[in-house]
């Protein structure tokens, strides 16, 4: 699995229509075959930082969404809405396929 996090400064006058500037893209990236999930948060303590949680079967299914025309056009629009160069994490992780269970908490 290719784990990945990706933080994203955003303009403060496009902030609160970040999610809707991304809908097409989130959708369309999540009904690629490789693509395990890609989940969006905006930060508790800086209203312009988004952060994106995404993951993809294998390198393969990473590099087709890069390659895909929704990801090239989704990397122009939001040029024009970031505030600086994303920041980002990306790990291929072997043996995975998507979230595990946290040991150390039980709902009671």
Known sequence: MIFITVKFAVRPERADDWLTLVDDFTRAT???PGNLFFE???SVEDPNE???VEAFRDG????EHVESAHFVKAMDDL??????K???V???I???NGWGEMGEITPR
Do not use: H
């Open 30 to 32: 999540r009904n690629e």
């Open 40 to 42: 969006w948060s905006r």
């Open 50 to 52: 988004f952060v994106l």
């Open 60 to 63: 393969d299914a990473g590099k």
């Open 79 to 84: 040029s024009y809405a970031v505030a600086a």
């Open 86 to 88: 994303p920041r980002i």
């Open 90 to 92: 990306s790990i291929d």
């Open 94 to 96: 072997p043996g995975m």
